[in-house]
Protein backbone atom coordinates (compact mmCIF):
# COMPACT_ATOMS: atom_id res chain seq x y z
CA UNK A 1 0.00 0.00 0.00
CA UNK A 2 1.19 3.23 -0.74
CA UNK A 3 0.50 6.69 0.45
CA UNK A 4 0.07 10.18 -1.25
CA UNK A 5 1.23 13.35 1.00
CA UNK A 6 2.71 16.66 1.84
CA UNK A 7 6.11 17.23 3.41
CA UNK A 8 7.21 21.24 3.60
CA UNK A 9 5.58 21.95 1.02
CA UNK A 10 6.17 18.96 -1.66
CA UNK A 11 4.14 16.05 -2.92
CA UNK A 12 5.03 12.95 -2.46
CA UNK A 13 3.60 9.35 -2.67
CA UNK A 14 5.78 6.38 -0.60
CA UNK A 15 5.03 3.24 0.38
CA UNK A 16 3.72 2.66 3.90
CA UNK A 17 5.93 0.57 6.04
CA UNK A 18 3.97 0.70 9.29
CA UNK A 19 1.39 2.38 10.86
CA UNK A 20 0.53 3.70 14.14
CA UNK A 21 -2.31 5.65 16.04
CA UNK A 22 -1.41 9.35 14.67
CA UNK A 23 2.05 7.77 12.19
CA UNK A 24 3.16 5.95 9.74
CA UNK A 25 6.29 4.65 9.06
CA UNK A 26 7.18 5.00 4.77
CA UNK A 27 9.69 3.92 2.81
CA UNK A 28 10.87 6.10 -0.28
CA UNK A 29 11.90 3.95 -3.48
CA UNK A 30 15.56 4.62 -2.26
CA UNK A 31 15.15 2.18 1.14
CA UNK A 32 15.11 5.74 3.45
CA UNK A 33 12.41 5.67 5.99
CA UNK A 34 10.70 8.50 7.87
CA UNK A 35 7.81 8.83 10.00
CA UNK A 36 4.91 10.72 9.36
CA UNK A 37 1.95 12.83 10.51
CA UNK A 38 -1.42 11.10 9.50
CA UNK A 39 -3.17 14.50 8.78
CA UNK A 40 -0.57 15.11 6.03
CA UNK A 41 -1.81 12.25 4.00
CA UNK A 42 -4.03 13.02 1.33
CA UNK A 43 -5.29 9.61 0.44
CA UNK A 44 -3.67 5.60 0.51
CA UNK A 45 -3.84 3.95 -2.78
CA UNK A 46 -2.39 0.36 -4.89
CA UNK A 47 -1.64 1.65 -8.15
CA UNK A 48 0.35 2.37 -9.81
CA UNK A 49 4.04 2.87 -8.45
CA UNK A 50 4.63 6.08 -6.29
CA UNK A 51 7.02 7.33 -9.25
CA UNK A 52 5.04 7.02 -11.98
CA UNK A 53 1.87 8.35 -10.35
CA UNK A 54 3.60 11.54 -9.85
CA UNK A 55 5.09 11.81 -13.25
CA UNK A 56 1.58 11.17 -14.65
CA UNK A 57 -0.47 12.97 -12.94
CA UNK A 58 1.90 15.82 -12.96
CA UNK A 59 1.54 15.34 -17.07
CA UNK A 60 -2.30 14.91 -16.61
CA UNK A 61 -2.77 18.20 -14.10
CA UNK A 62 -1.23 19.91 -17.26
CA UNK A 63 -4.16 19.13 -19.26
CA UNK A 64 -6.35 20.47 -16.63
CA UNK A 65 -7.90 24.19 -17.76
CA UNK A 66 -8.60 25.50 -14.42
CA UNK A 67 -10.72 28.44 -15.61
CA UNK A 68 -12.79 25.69 -16.05
CA UNK A 69 -11.99 23.80 -12.99
CA UNK A 70 -13.74 27.52 -11.57
CA UNK A 71 -16.60 27.51 -13.31
CA UNK A 72 -17.53 24.09 -12.28
CA UNK A 73 -16.20 23.32 -8.76
CA UNK A 74 -18.71 24.18 -5.71
CA UNK A 75 -19.12 27.72 -4.28
CA UNK A 76 -18.21 26.51 -1.04
CA UNK A 77 -15.01 24.32 0.43
CA UNK A 78 -14.62 21.44 -0.74
CA UNK A 79 -12.31 18.30 -0.86
CA UNK A 80 -10.30 17.80 -3.94
CA UNK A 81 -11.16 14.41 -3.91
CA UNK A 82 -14.46 14.46 -3.57
CA UNK A 83 -14.46 17.11 -6.41
CA UNK A 84 -12.25 14.76 -8.71
CA UNK A 85 -15.32 12.85 -9.16
CA UNK A 86 -17.91 14.91 -9.98
CA UNK A 87 -14.69 16.56 -12.60
CA UNK A 88 -13.86 12.74 -14.33
CA UNK A 89 -17.73 11.75 -13.96
CA UNK A 90 -16.65 8.67 -12.58
CA UNK A 91 -15.08 7.16 -9.35
CA UNK A 92 -10.84 8.85 -10.07
CA UNK A 93 -7.89 6.28 -9.67
CA UNK A 94 -5.31 7.67 -7.87
CA UNK A 95 -3.56 9.26 -11.03
CA UNK A 96 -6.52 11.89 -11.32
CA UNK A 97 -7.15 12.25 -8.12
CA UNK A 98 -3.36 13.42 -7.77
CA UNK A 99 -3.65 15.17 -11.07
CA UNK A 100 -6.68 17.43 -9.49
CA UNK A 101 -5.16 17.98 -6.61
CA UNK A 102 -1.76 19.33 -8.53
CA UNK A 103 -4.19 21.49 -10.32
CA UNK A 104 -5.69 22.89 -7.59
CA UNK A 105 -2.60 23.68 -5.72
CA UNK A 106 -0.86 25.40 -8.69
CA UNK A 107 -3.95 28.01 -9.16
CA UNK A 108 -4.20 30.22 -5.87
CA UNK A 109 -5.13 32.94 -7.65
CA UNK A 110 -8.36 30.49 -8.09
CA UNK A 111 -8.59 28.31 -5.31
CA UNK A 112 -7.97 29.27 -1.69
CA UNK A 113 -6.38 26.77 -0.11
CA UNK A 114 -8.18 26.10 3.74
CA UNK A 115 -6.64 22.68 4.60
CA UNK A 116 -5.46 19.60 3.41
CA UNK A 117 -6.96 18.56 0.52
CA UNK A 118 -9.75 21.00 1.34
CA UNK A 119 -10.21 24.33 -1.25
CA UNK A 120 -12.34 27.05 -2.09
CA UNK A 121 -12.79 29.06 -5.67
CA UNK A 122 -12.12 32.45 -5.15
CA UNK A 123 -14.75 35.15 -5.44
CA UNK A 124 -15.14 36.98 -8.68
CA UNK A 125 -13.68 40.10 -7.59
CA UNK A 126 -11.04 39.08 -5.41
CA UNK A 127 -9.91 36.39 -8.79
CA UNK A 128 -10.31 39.33 -11.31
CA UNK A 129 -7.85 41.49 -9.17
CA UNK A 130 -5.55 38.98 -8.38
CA UNK A 131 -5.32 37.82 -12.57
CA UNK A 132 -4.52 41.52 -13.09
CA UNK A 133 -1.71 41.30 -10.58
CA UNK A 134 -0.26 38.54 -11.94
CA UNK A 135 -0.51 40.49 -15.41
CA UNK A 136 1.33 43.15 -14.23
CA UNK A 137 4.04 41.03 -12.66
CA UNK A 138 4.15 39.22 -16.43
CA UNK A 139 4.32 42.71 -17.91
CA UNK A 140 7.09 43.53 -15.31
CA UNK A 141 9.11 41.29 -15.40
CA UNK A 142 9.19 41.00 -19.68
CA UNK A 143 9.99 45.08 -19.12
CA UNK A 144 13.19 44.22 -15.97
CA UNK A 145 14.76 41.65 -18.64
CA UNK A 146 14.37 44.22 -21.62
CA UNK A 147 16.20 46.70 -19.44
CA UNK A 148 18.74 44.04 -18.75
CA UNK A 149 19.14 43.00 -21.93
CA UNK A 150 19.41 46.33 -23.30
CA UNK A 151 22.88 47.11 -20.14
CA UNK A 152 24.51 44.00 -21.46
CA UNK A 153 24.57 45.13 -24.74
CA UNK A 154 25.71 48.62 -23.70
CA UNK A 155 22.46 50.67 -23.98
CA UNK A 156 21.11 52.84 -20.76
CA UNK A 157 17.55 52.78 -21.12
CA UNK A 158 16.49 55.97 -19.72
CA UNK A 159 13.82 54.58 -16.70
CA UNK A 160 17.70 53.11 -14.85
CA UNK A 161 19.85 56.38 -16.31
CA UNK A 162 17.06 58.28 -14.15
CA UNK A 163 17.75 56.22 -11.00
CA UNK A 164 20.97 55.86 -11.59
CA UNK A 165 22.09 57.58 -8.65
CA UNK A 166 19.94 56.00 -6.09
CA UNK A 167 20.76 52.31 -7.71
CA UNK A 168 24.63 53.36 -5.87
CA UNK A 169 23.33 55.65 -2.46
CA UNK A 170 20.13 53.91 -1.43
CA UNK A 171 18.77 51.81 -3.71
CA UNK A 172 14.88 50.99 -3.24
CA UNK A 173 15.75 46.74 -3.96
CA UNK A 174 11.62 46.34 -4.71
CA UNK A 175 11.57 48.60 -7.86
CA UNK A 176 11.43 46.93 -11.28
CA UNK A 177 14.82 49.36 -12.47
CA UNK A 178 16.84 47.45 -9.47
CA UNK A 179 15.89 44.25 -10.31
CA UNK A 180 16.94 44.70 -14.02
CA UNK A 181 20.14 46.54 -13.03
CA UNK A 182 21.18 43.78 -10.06
CA UNK A 183 20.44 41.06 -12.68
CA UNK A 184 23.09 42.99 -15.35
CA UNK A 185 25.29 43.41 -12.38
CA UNK A 186 25.37 39.15 -11.63
CA UNK A 187 24.78 38.73 -15.59
CA UNK A 188 27.94 41.18 -16.73
CA UNK A 189 30.23 39.93 -13.85
CA UNK A 190 30.94 44.04 -13.26
CA UNK A 191 30.61 45.73 -10.57
CA UNK A 192 27.74 48.19 -9.81
CA UNK A 193 30.44 51.12 -10.23
CA UNK A 194 31.58 50.34 -13.29
CA UNK A 195 28.88 49.18 -14.95
CA UNK A 196 27.08 52.08 -14.75
CA UNK A 197 30.26 54.11 -16.10
CA UNK A 198 30.56 51.55 -19.08
CA UNK A 199 27.18 52.64 -19.67
CA UNK A 200 27.85 56.44 -19.56
CA UNK A 201 25.83 57.03 -16.52
CA UNK A 202 28.60 59.33 -15.60
CA UNK A 203 30.92 61.24 -17.67
CA UNK A 204 33.74 60.42 -15.82
CA UNK A 205 35.04 58.23 -12.41
CA UNK A 206 35.47 61.87 -11.41
CA UNK A 207 31.83 62.62 -11.48
CA UNK A 208 30.88 59.05 -9.94
CA UNK A 209 33.15 60.08 -7.18
CA UNK A 210 31.66 63.31 -6.46
CA UNK A 211 28.20 62.58 -7.02
CA UNK A 212 28.17 59.80 -4.39
CA UNK A 213 29.66 62.60 -1.53
CA UNK A 214 27.65 65.26 -2.57
CA UNK A 215 24.73 63.49 -2.78
CA UNK A 216 24.84 61.62 0.67
CA UNK A 217 26.34 65.00 2.78
CA UNK A 218 24.84 67.76 0.17
CA UNK A 219 21.49 66.85 -1.26
CA UNK A 220 20.58 70.06 -1.26
CA UNK A 221 23.58 72.06 -2.73
CA UNK A 222 26.65 72.96 -0.90
CA UNK A 223 25.31 77.40 -1.01
CA UNK A 224 24.62 78.50 2.18
CA UNK A 225 21.90 81.53 2.59
CA UNK A 226 22.74 85.02 2.97
CA UNK A 227 23.30 86.19 6.11
CA UNK A 228 23.62 90.19 8.01
CA UNK A 229 25.68 90.30 10.72
CA UNK A 230 26.59 93.47 12.83
CA UNK A 231 29.05 95.61 14.21
CA UNK A 232 31.62 93.77 16.73
CA UNK A 233 34.49 96.22 17.09
CA UNK A 234 33.17 98.55 18.97
CA UNK A 235 33.97 99.09 22.70
CA UNK A 236 37.42 97.03 21.99
CA UNK A 237 40.61 98.09 22.47
CA UNK A 238 42.88 98.61 19.36
CA UNK A 239 46.20 96.91 19.72
CA UNK A 240 49.04 99.04 18.36
CA UNK A 241 51.08 94.80 17.85
CA UNK A 242 52.29 94.51 14.20
CA UNK A 243 50.79 91.40 13.01
CA UNK A 244 51.55 89.43 9.91
CA UNK A 245 49.48 86.04 8.58
CA UNK A 246 51.45 83.29 6.73
CA UNK A 247 49.08 81.14 4.97
CA UNK A 248 48.63 78.85 1.53
CA UNK A 249 48.24 80.79 -1.97
CA UNK A 250 44.76 81.27 -2.21
CA UNK A 251 43.34 80.72 1.33
CA UNK A 252 40.74 83.62 2.60
CA UNK A 253 39.86 81.55 5.80
CA UNK A 254 42.83 83.77 7.44
CA UNK A 255 42.25 82.18 11.00
CA UNK A 256 45.54 83.76 12.90
CA UNK A 257 48.28 85.84 12.50
CA UNK A 258 51.12 86.46 14.92
CA UNK A 259 53.27 89.43 15.87
CA UNK A 260 56.33 89.96 18.04
CA UNK A 261 57.65 92.83 20.18
CA UNK A 262 61.33 92.84 21.64
CA UNK A 263 61.38 94.08 25.33
CA UNK A 264 65.14 94.05 25.48
CA UNK A 265 67.60 91.86 24.07
CA UNK A 266 66.55 89.10 25.45
CA UNK A 267 62.69 89.42 26.33
CA UNK A 268 60.16 89.20 23.93
CA UNK A 269 56.29 89.53 24.09
CA UNK A 270 54.64 87.65 21.45
CA UNK A 271 51.22 87.52 19.86
CA UNK A 272 48.97 84.96 18.74
CA UNK A 273 45.75 86.32 17.37
CA UNK A 274 42.64 84.68 16.34
CA UNK A 275 39.74 85.41 14.44
CA UNK A 276 36.79 85.48 16.85
CA UNK A 277 33.60 84.54 14.42
CA UNK A 278 32.60 83.75 18.18
CA UNK A 279 31.09 87.34 19.05
CA UNK A 280 27.95 86.51 16.25
CA UNK A 281 27.77 83.17 16.25
CA UNK A 282 26.38 82.12 19.67
CA UNK A 283 25.52 78.58 21.12
CA UNK A 284 21.93 77.49 19.59
CA UNK A 285 21.49 80.54 17.21
CA UNK A 286 20.48 80.42 13.74
CA UNK A 287 24.46 80.53 13.05
CA UNK A 288 25.55 78.00 15.25
CA UNK A 289 22.89 75.89 13.90
CA UNK A 290 24.60 76.59 10.13
CA UNK A 291 28.42 75.58 11.39
CA UNK A 292 27.35 72.50 13.51
CA UNK A 293 25.57 71.35 10.78
CA UNK A 294 28.88 70.98 8.54
CA UNK A 295 31.38 71.08 11.65
CA UNK A 296 34.03 72.03 9.64
CA UNK A 297 35.04 73.49 5.91
CA UNK A 298 35.45 70.31 3.48
CA UNK A 299 38.67 70.51 1.29
CA UNK A 300 39.34 69.18 -1.89
CA UNK A 301 41.78 70.00 -5.46
CA UNK A 302 40.30 73.16 -6.75
CA UNK A 303 37.16 73.36 -4.54
CA UNK A 304 36.41 73.82 -1.13
CA UNK A 305 33.30 74.14 0.81
CA UNK A 306 33.18 76.31 3.15
CA UNK A 307 31.60 76.17 7.27
CA UNK A 308 30.50 79.11 7.39
CA UNK A 309 28.91 81.78 4.83
CA UNK A 310 31.36 84.07 2.70
CA UNK A 311 30.08 86.87 5.36
CA UNK A 312 31.78 85.79 8.02
CA UNK A 313 34.93 85.35 6.38
CA UNK A 314 34.78 88.73 5.29
CA UNK A 315 33.75 90.15 8.63
CA UNK A 316 36.10 88.04 10.22
CA UNK A 317 39.06 87.00 8.15
CA UNK A 318 42.24 88.32 9.42
CA UNK A 319 42.57 90.40 5.62
CA UNK A 320 45.28 92.91 6.04
CA UNK A 321 44.52 96.59 6.35
CA UNK A 322 41.57 96.09 8.08
CA UNK A 323 40.33 96.41 11.69
CA UNK A 324 38.88 93.09 12.74
CA UNK A 325 37.70 91.77 16.16
CA UNK A 326 40.30 89.29 17.77
CA UNK A 327 41.17 86.80 20.35
CA UNK A 328 45.01 87.55 21.48
CA UNK A 329 47.16 85.70 23.09
CA UNK A 330 49.92 87.62 24.48
CA UNK A 331 53.61 85.17 25.72
CA UNK A 332 56.29 87.15 27.45
CA UNK A 333 59.22 85.10 27.28
CA UNK A 334 63.31 84.44 27.13
CA UNK A 335 64.94 83.86 23.84
CA UNK A 336 67.72 82.29 25.59
CA UNK A 337 65.66 79.45 27.33
CA UNK A 338 62.63 79.79 26.05
CA UNK A 339 61.02 80.16 29.38
CA UNK A 340 57.24 81.42 29.47
CA UNK A 341 57.18 84.18 32.39
CA UNK A 342 53.55 85.48 31.92
CA UNK A 343 50.74 84.92 30.03
CA UNK A 344 47.52 86.72 29.07
CA UNK A 345 44.59 86.29 27.08
CA UNK A 346 42.53 89.91 25.51
CA UNK A 347 39.29 90.72 23.32
CA UNK A 348 40.73 93.27 21.32
CA UNK A 349 40.90 94.54 17.65
CA UNK A 350 44.03 94.42 15.11
CA UNK A 351 44.88 95.54 11.61
CA UNK A 352 47.15 93.13 10.26
CA UNK A 353 50.42 94.47 8.35
CA UNK A 354 50.23 91.81 5.54
CA UNK A 355 48.90 88.55 4.51
CA UNK A 356 52.17 86.52 3.68
CA UNK A 357 52.05 83.25 1.33
CA UNK A 358 54.10 80.49 2.09
CA UNK A 359 55.27 79.73 -0.76
CA UNK A 360 56.22 82.81 -1.76
CA UNK A 361 58.62 82.83 1.21
CA UNK A 362 60.02 79.64 1.01
CA UNK A 363 62.95 80.00 -0.99
CA UNK A 364 64.16 82.84 1.24
CA UNK A 365 63.23 81.87 4.97
CA UNK A 366 65.92 79.04 5.35
CA UNK A 367 67.86 78.08 8.41
CA UNK A 368 71.12 80.17 7.36
CA UNK A 369 68.71 83.43 6.96
CA UNK A 370 66.91 82.83 9.92
CA UNK A 371 70.08 82.33 12.11
CA UNK A 372 72.19 84.47 10.63
CA UNK A 373 71.37 88.06 11.18
CA UNK A 374 73.81 89.43 8.29
CA UNK A 375 72.32 87.49 5.73
CA UNK A 376 69.23 89.13 3.97
CA UNK A 377 65.51 88.00 5.16
CA UNK A 378 62.41 89.47 4.26
CA UNK A 379 61.08 90.71 7.39
CA UNK A 380 63.84 89.40 9.19
CA UNK A 381 62.67 91.77 12.69
CA UNK A 382 59.89 89.56 12.74
CA UNK A 383 60.83 86.27 11.88
CA UNK A 384 63.83 85.94 13.18
CA UNK A 385 62.56 86.39 17.50
CA UNK A 386 59.94 84.46 16.34
CA UNK A 387 61.92 81.85 14.86
CA UNK A 388 64.44 82.13 17.88
CA UNK A 389 61.77 81.40 20.74
CA UNK A 390 59.78 78.23 18.59
CA UNK A 391 63.13 76.66 18.25
CA UNK A 392 63.02 76.56 22.17
CA UNK A 393 59.28 75.86 22.72
CA UNK A 394 60.22 72.98 20.16
CA UNK A 395 63.04 71.89 21.94
CA UNK A 396 61.06 71.79 25.16
CA UNK A 397 58.71 69.59 24.52
CA UNK A 398 61.11 66.77 22.66
CA UNK A 399 62.46 66.64 25.89
CA UNK A 400 58.93 65.52 27.14
CA UNK A 401 58.00 63.03 24.22
CA UNK A 402 61.93 62.00 24.29
CA UNK A 403 62.56 62.29 20.99
CA UNK A 404 62.25 65.03 18.42
CA UNK A 405 59.83 65.31 15.89
CA UNK A 406 60.26 64.11 12.32
CA UNK A 407 58.83 66.43 10.34
CA UNK A 408 61.22 65.37 7.10
CA UNK A 409 58.64 63.68 4.95
CA UNK A 410 57.35 65.86 1.78
CA UNK A 411 53.97 67.12 1.44
CA UNK A 412 51.83 68.05 -1.90
CA UNK A 413 49.84 71.03 -2.71
CA UNK A 414 47.48 70.12 -5.32
CA UNK A 415 47.14 73.09 -8.04
CA UNK A 416 43.95 72.64 -10.05
CA UNK A 417 44.14 74.78 -13.43
CA UNK A 418 40.94 74.06 -14.24
CA UNK A 419 37.18 73.10 -12.89
CA UNK A 420 37.30 70.74 -10.19
CA UNK A 421 34.67 68.57 -11.67
CA UNK A 422 36.46 68.05 -14.88
CA UNK A 423 38.68 65.30 -15.42
CA UNK A 424 40.72 67.00 -17.76
CA UNK A 425 41.65 69.57 -16.03
CA UNK A 426 45.56 70.27 -15.80
CA UNK A 427 47.14 69.05 -12.02
CA UNK A 428 49.86 70.40 -10.64
CA UNK A 429 51.66 68.96 -7.64
CA UNK A 430 53.54 71.40 -5.82
CA UNK A 431 56.05 69.69 -3.32
CA UNK A 432 57.03 70.83 0.20
CA UNK A 433 58.84 69.71 2.91
CA UNK A 434 56.89 69.74 6.24
CA UNK A 435 59.88 70.59 8.48
CA UNK A 436 60.25 73.95 5.95
CA UNK A 437 61.71 76.53 8.70
CA UNK A 438 58.36 78.79 8.12
CA UNK A 439 55.72 75.89 8.94
CA UNK A 440 57.72 74.73 11.48
CA UNK A 441 57.29 78.20 13.22
CA UNK A 442 53.75 78.63 12.73
CA UNK A 443 52.88 75.46 13.66
CA UNK A 444 54.87 76.14 16.91
CA UNK A 445 52.93 78.93 17.93
CA UNK A 446 49.79 77.45 17.22
CA UNK A 447 50.81 74.59 19.50
CA UNK A 448 52.07 77.08 22.07
CA UNK A 449 48.40 78.92 21.88
CA UNK A 450 46.23 75.26 21.93
CA UNK A 451 48.17 74.31 25.30
CA UNK A 452 48.16 77.48 26.74
CA UNK A 453 43.84 78.07 26.34
CA UNK A 454 43.24 74.40 27.48
CA UNK A 455 45.17 75.30 30.35
CA UNK A 456 43.42 78.88 30.99
CA UNK A 457 39.92 76.39 31.00
CA UNK A 458 41.72 73.72 32.84
CA UNK A 459 42.52 76.77 35.90
CA UNK A 460 39.06 78.37 35.75
CA UNK A 461 37.23 75.26 35.78
CA UNK A 462 35.49 75.63 32.18
CA UNK A 463 34.96 72.41 30.56
CA UNK A 464 36.22 72.47 26.63
CA UNK A 465 36.89 69.91 24.05
CA UNK A 466 40.11 68.49 23.78
CA UNK A 467 42.42 66.69 22.40
CA UNK A 468 44.73 63.91 23.90
CA UNK A 469 47.01 60.82 23.19
CA UNK A 470 48.32 58.26 25.30
CA UNK A 471 49.79 54.80 24.53
CA UNK A 472 48.96 56.14 20.58
CA UNK A 473 45.59 56.51 20.88
CA UNK A 474 44.64 60.37 20.40
CA UNK A 475 41.04 60.94 21.36
CA UNK A 476 38.53 63.83 21.85
CA UNK A 477 37.08 64.42 25.44
CA UNK A 478 35.88 67.16 27.51
CA UNK A 479 38.68 66.53 29.82
CA UNK A 480 42.05 67.61 30.04
CA UNK A 481 45.02 64.88 29.10
CA UNK A 482 48.67 65.18 27.78
CA UNK A 483 49.05 64.74 24.16
CA UNK A 484 52.00 62.49 24.47
CA UNK A 485 53.32 63.05 20.25
CA UNK A 486 52.94 66.56 21.10
CA UNK A 487 54.83 66.69 24.51
CA UNK A 488 51.85 69.02 25.95
CA UNK A 489 50.22 68.59 29.30
CA UNK A 490 47.14 69.57 27.59
CA UNK A 491 45.96 70.60 24.11
CA UNK A 492 43.02 72.06 22.31
CA UNK A 493 42.13 72.85 18.84
CA UNK A 494 40.89 76.64 19.18
CA UNK A 495 43.10 78.35 16.19
CA UNK A 496 40.71 77.95 13.22
CA UNK A 497 37.76 78.84 14.17
CA UNK A 498 36.35 79.66 10.80
CA UNK A 499 36.98 76.10 9.85
CA UNK A 500 36.29 74.01 12.48
CA UNK A 501 33.13 74.03 15.03
CA UNK A 502 35.16 72.23 17.62
CA UNK A 503 37.62 75.24 17.43
CA UNK A 504 34.46 77.32 17.47
CA UNK A 505 33.02 75.59 20.79
CA UNK A 506 35.96 75.98 22.63
CA UNK A 507 36.23 79.78 21.57
CA UNK A 508 33.38 80.41 23.26
CA UNK A 509 34.50 79.12 26.05
CA UNK A 510 37.71 80.82 26.01
CA UNK A 511 36.25 84.09 25.21
CA UNK A 512 34.21 83.89 28.40
CA UNK A 513 37.53 83.24 30.00
CA UNK A 514 39.14 86.28 28.84
CA UNK A 515 36.10 88.59 29.60
CA UNK A 516 35.48 87.13 32.65
CA UNK A 517 38.25 85.59 34.55
CA UNK A 518 37.55 83.62 38.02
CA UNK A 519 33.46 83.72 37.29
CA UNK A 520 33.57 82.63 33.43
CA UNK A 521 31.89 79.21 34.69
CA UNK A 522 28.70 81.31 35.34
CA UNK A 523 28.20 82.54 31.63
CA UNK A 524 30.08 80.33 29.68
CA UNK A 525 28.35 78.37 27.01
CA UNK A 526 28.71 75.40 28.50
CA UNK A 527 28.93 74.49 32.38
CA UNK A 528 30.67 71.38 33.57
CA UNK A 529 28.99 68.10 32.56
CA UNK A 530 27.28 69.95 29.89
CA UNK A 531 26.02 66.39 28.07
CA UNK A 532 25.90 68.68 24.46
CA UNK A 533 29.61 68.71 24.51
CA UNK A 534 29.64 64.84 24.64
CA UNK A 535 27.33 65.09 21.42
CA UNK A 536 29.48 67.32 19.30
CA UNK A 537 32.54 65.03 19.80
CA UNK A 538 30.72 62.74 18.26
CA UNK A 539 29.45 64.54 15.34
CA UNK A 540 32.28 66.39 15.11
CA UNK A 541 34.22 62.89 15.02
CA UNK A 542 31.83 60.83 12.02
CA UNK A 543 31.75 64.20 9.80
CA UNK A 544 35.30 65.37 10.28
CA UNK A 545 36.37 61.58 9.29
CA UNK A 546 33.37 61.96 6.48
CA UNK A 547 35.25 65.19 5.05
CA UNK A 548 39.03 63.64 5.63
CA UNK A 549 38.15 60.27 3.69
CA UNK A 550 36.41 62.48 0.85
CA UNK A 551 39.32 64.92 0.52
CA UNK A 552 41.79 61.63 0.17
CA UNK A 553 39.59 60.08 -2.15
CA UNK A 554 39.58 63.15 -4.76
CA UNK A 555 43.48 63.96 -3.98
CA UNK A 556 44.05 59.72 -5.02
CA UNK A 557 42.14 60.59 -8.55
CA UNK A 558 43.55 63.74 -9.02
CA UNK A 559 47.38 62.30 -8.38
CA UNK A 560 46.25 59.65 -11.25
CA UNK A 561 45.04 61.91 -13.55
CA UNK A 562 48.90 63.72 -12.63
CA UNK A 563 50.76 60.44 -13.17
CA UNK A 564 48.61 60.11 -16.95
CA UNK A 565 48.80 63.88 -17.56
CA UNK A 566 52.82 63.68 -17.35
CA UNK A 567 52.86 60.02 -19.16
CA UNK A 568 54.56 58.61 -16.19
CA UNK A 569 55.28 54.88 -16.98
CA UNK A 570 57.85 54.23 -14.35
CA UNK A 571 58.12 55.81 -11.55
CA UNK A 572 60.78 55.57 -7.85
CA UNK A 573 58.99 54.03 -4.73
CA UNK A 574 60.18 53.42 -1.16
CA UNK A 575 59.10 50.30 0.57
CA UNK A 576 57.13 50.53 3.34
CA UNK A 577 56.21 47.35 4.63
CA UNK A 578 54.60 43.96 3.41
CA UNK A 579 53.61 44.84 -0.27
CA UNK A 580 52.80 48.51 0.66
CA UNK A 581 54.89 51.11 -1.04
CA UNK A 582 54.89 55.18 -1.45
CA UNK A 583 55.71 56.79 -4.50
CA UNK A 584 58.80 58.90 -4.52
CA UNK A 585 57.61 61.83 -6.77
CA UNK A 586 53.66 62.00 -5.79
CA UNK A 587 51.60 61.89 -2.37
CA UNK A 588 50.63 58.18 -3.39
CA UNK A 589 50.79 54.78 -1.76
CA UNK A 590 49.96 51.25 -3.28
CA UNK A 591 50.34 47.18 -2.83
CA UNK A 592 52.60 45.78 -5.33
CA UNK A 593 52.91 42.00 -5.15
CA UNK A 594 56.14 39.97 -5.79
CA UNK A 595 58.54 42.09 -3.77
CA UNK A 596 59.84 39.18 -1.64
CA UNK A 597 61.93 40.34 1.85
CA UNK A 598 62.62 43.97 1.67
CA UNK A 599 64.05 46.60 4.30
CA UNK A 600 62.09 49.19 5.23
CA UNK A 601 63.06 52.38 2.98
CA UNK A 602 64.65 50.06 0.69
CA UNK A 603 63.92 52.16 -2.79
CA UNK A 604 62.13 50.87 -6.17
CA UNK A 605 61.85 51.47 -9.68
CA UNK A 606 58.24 50.10 -10.60
CA UNK A 607 56.30 50.43 -13.96
CA UNK A 608 52.98 51.21 -13.84
CA UNK A 609 50.95 48.85 -16.30
CA UNK A 610 47.29 49.87 -15.41
CA UNK A 611 45.64 52.98 -13.31
CA UNK A 612 41.92 52.36 -12.17
CA UNK A 613 40.23 56.12 -11.53
CA UNK A 614 37.31 54.19 -10.50
CA UNK A 615 39.35 52.13 -7.41
CA UNK A 616 41.87 54.81 -7.15
CA UNK A 617 44.42 52.25 -7.79
CA UNK A 618 47.14 51.37 -10.08
CA UNK A 619 48.22 48.29 -10.77
CA UNK A 620 52.59 48.13 -10.98
CA UNK A 621 55.04 45.54 -11.68
CA UNK A 622 58.10 45.53 -9.96
CA UNK A 623 61.43 46.57 -12.18
CA UNK A 624 64.68 46.70 -10.38
CA UNK A 625 65.83 47.11 -6.20
CA UNK A 626 67.40 50.80 -5.63
CA UNK A 627 70.22 51.43 -3.18
CA UNK A 628 68.50 51.96 0.36
CA UNK A 629 68.39 56.17 0.80
CA UNK A 630 71.27 57.03 3.19
CA UNK A 631 68.54 58.12 6.13
CA UNK A 632 65.83 55.65 5.59
Known amino acids: MYVLFEDSGKFKAEKIFSDADSTLQVESASGKRSKIKKNTVFFEFEQPEPSTLLEQAETLSQTLDIKFLWECAPQEEFQATEFAADYFGHEPNAIEKTALILALHSAPAYFHRKGRGLYRPAPPEILNAALAAIERKRLQEIQQKAWTDAMLNGELPPEIAAVAGSLLISPDKNTQEWKAFDA ?61 SVDDAGTIEIDDALSVTKLDDDRVRIGVHIATPGLAILRDNEFDQMARKRMSTVYMPGQKIPMLPHEFVERFSLQAGAERPTLSLYVEGSLSTGEIFHSETKLEKIVVQENLVQSDLDPHVTLEALENPDVDLPYGDWLRPLWQFSRKLSAKRDEVRGKPENNNRVEYTFDLQGPPDDPDSPINLIPRVRNAPLGLLTAEYMIMANSLWGGLLVQLGLPGIYRSQQAMRTRMSTHAAPHESIGVPQYIWSTSPLRRYVDLVNQWQILAAAQHGVSARLVAPFKPKDADL ?3 IGAFDSQYTAWGDFQHTIERYWVLRWLQQQDIHQVEATFIKEDLVRFNNCPFTTRVGGLGTLERGQQLRLEICQIDELQLDVSCRLLDVLDPPAAA
Open 184 to 244: AVTQSGLSAEKLLLKLDAWPSALALHRYRFFSQHFPRGIELPPVTLGDFLEGLPLTDAKAY
Open 534 to 536: YAI
